[in-house]
């Protein structure tokens, strides 16, 4: 397996999410009250599923490996998914400081809340959208086997390294759970994060 097919992988898991936390926020805006505790599950996932494990992998070895091949950051393809990672950052933000007065049924809270998911879910598909069918593609044709070997190896390094054992089934589990509660599609796939820094 290439090492950017797992990320494309652990990106079907990410959008499952992102379709979840669209229901929570259609809830949250008709009935005027967050519910706190799925909110925080699918914040807690982007943190640490799709932001620390899934964005950490491209930054610290996709990403370099690209630019080894001849791929300029400023102004160029990494540089743009380096800013969208920022901005995804900023939005899951907004959301967690939302959270607590949200729940409490502060509306204004709640629109908060609101704004900054809906500008996440529609940054992290375009996202998404890009990696999966143009820079994964050129990552593919500039790297050999050897290289998409060595992706493997790295991201499996960044596991063992940097977080503990079970951390990976713990967030497909979340993942499991809201699609499960608000009915959209199971995507988690088998492999889905393997070698990952989440700790599978």
């Given amino acids: 397996m290439k090492a950017t097919e797992i990320l494309s992988q652990e990106h079907q898991v990410i959008l ?8 929570i926020i259609e809830e949250a805006t008709s009935t005027g009250t967050l519910e706190a505790q799925p909110a925080r599950d699918a914040i807690e996932f982007f943190q640490m599923f799709a932001d620390k494990c899934h964005h950490g992998k491209e930054e610290a070895h996709l990403f ?43 509306r204004a809270a709640v629109q908060r809340f609101a704004q900054s998911g809906r500008n996440y879910v529609d940054l992290l598909r375009r ?3 890009k ?3 143009c820079l994964f593609g050129m990552a593919n044709q500039v790297f050999s086997e050897q290289d998409q070997h060595d992706l493997l190896t790295a991201f499996e390094k960044a596991e063992a390294e940097h977080t503990a054992a079970g951390t990976h ?13 608000y009915g959209t599609a199971t995507q988690c796939a088998p492999d889905a994060c393997h070698g990952c820094s989440c700790g599978h």
């Fill in 16 to 23: 499952q999410v992102l379709d979840c936390l669209e229901r």
């Fill in 64 to 106: 370099t490996a690209m630019e080894a091949k001849g791929f300029p950051r400023t102004s160029g393809p990494t540089g743009v998914m380096l800013m969208e990672h920022e901005s995804g950052r900023a939005f899951v933000r907004g959301m967690n400081e939302a959270v607590e007065a949200a729940a409490q049924g502060d």
């Fill in 127 to 129: 996202h998404i959208e």
């Fill in 131 to 133: 990696e999966d069918h």
């Fill in 169 to 181: 089934e713990k967030y497909l589990a979340v993942a499991g759970a809201l699609a499960q509660r």
